[in-house]
């Protein structure tokens, strides 16, 4: 199929882009014809390249049911490609299709060489972005209503139970309800480390352990899993500008490492990890 320059103009990642430059870019892509059931990638490979869908169809799987059918002309998975996040889902072709392909590498090479090309690009890029962050913060702001209105209701309908005759219905009510509210609390939404603001645990041995994520309460470190279920850990957290010493009870061992239930901090370690917390928080907040 025949592709100009102004075809790709719809599409939002090349708007604003002369027509000169996109003939630059187009020249850099790589053609393929490839058949029905084609794999382009799968869901949770790093991402090598982006693609084009010039002709055919391309659907996005995600666990194992068709979630998007993409159409040409259509970028696949540009926001992974140019990000480095792992892919989501699996892209498979439903029919005979002509996908244009560029390896990363070669598309950061393409850009070093072509200064006039890239900035317009990430400009659109940064563009697409702001725009995916407006939709997330506005669909986030929802859930946190409705989180905020089920949480009121749990509470509501527990004391209602607990007002009332026990009976062996109302200890299992009780039970669920105490568990969710537990679950809901602010305190258990932990913050990832950011790549410029790591932390980690030296144990009592001396060994060094990543934090996987944290919050004011709660501690999942990679690794740990000799460690047993309701048992005490202590260790020092190591922050980027000073050093906390933490103790806890195991609550969880997992793939993703061994959660603590961190005890109480005294208020000077309480202070640091919170403005550490913040610190994280702030990265993912718009001001």
């Known amino acids: 199929m025949a592709v100009r320059p102004s075809d790709l103009h719809a599409i939002p990642l090349f708007e604003r882009i002369t027509e000169d ?10 053609r393929q014809e490839v058949p029905s059931g084609h794999v382009l990638f799968e869901a949770g490979s790093a991402p090598a390249h982006l693609f084009l869908l010039v002709q055919g169809e391309v659907a996005l799987l995600e666990g194992g049911e068709t979630r998007f059918r993409l159409s040409p002309i259509s970028p696949i998975g540009e926001l992974g490609a140019l990000t480095g996040f792992r892919r989501t889902t699996t ?3 439903t029919q005979p299709s002509e996908i244009w392909r560029i390896g990363v590498a070669e598309l950061q090479d393409f850009f ?26 506005r669909r986030l702001e929802e859930v946190r209503a409705n989180l905020i209105r089920t949480q009121r209701a749990m509470k509501r309908l527990l004391e209602l139970v607990l007002d ?43 060994a060094l352990v990543p934090v996987v994520e944290l919050s004011d309460g709660w501690l999942r470190l990679a690794g740990l899993r000799d460690a047993a279920k309701g048992a005490h850990w202590s260790g020092v957290l190591i ?17 993703h490492g061994a959660l603590v239930r961190l005890d109480l901090l005294i208020d000077e370690y309480a202070a640091a990890l919170q403005d550490y917390l913040t610190r994280l928080q702030m990265l993912d907040f718009v001001v």
């Open 91 to 93: 892209a498979v072709t």
């Open 239 to 255: 922050l980027p500008a000073r050093e906390i010493p933490v103790s806890g009870t195991i609550d969880a061992i997992d793939d």
């Open 21 to 30: 430059h996109l003939d630059e870019l187009m020249r850099a892509f790589q």
């Open 112 to 137: 070093e060489g072509h200064g006039d090309v890239a900035y317009p690009f990430y400009n659109n890029l940064l563009n697409v972005v702001a725009g995916k962050i407006r939709r997330d913060a």
């Open 164 to 206: 009332s005759e026990e009976t062996p219905l109302s200890k299992v009510i009780c039970a669920t309800l105490e568990e969710l509210i537990e679950k809901n609390r602010r305190s258990h939404y932990m913050v990832e480390p950011a790549h410029t603001l790591k932390s980690s645990v030296r144990l009592d041995s001396g």
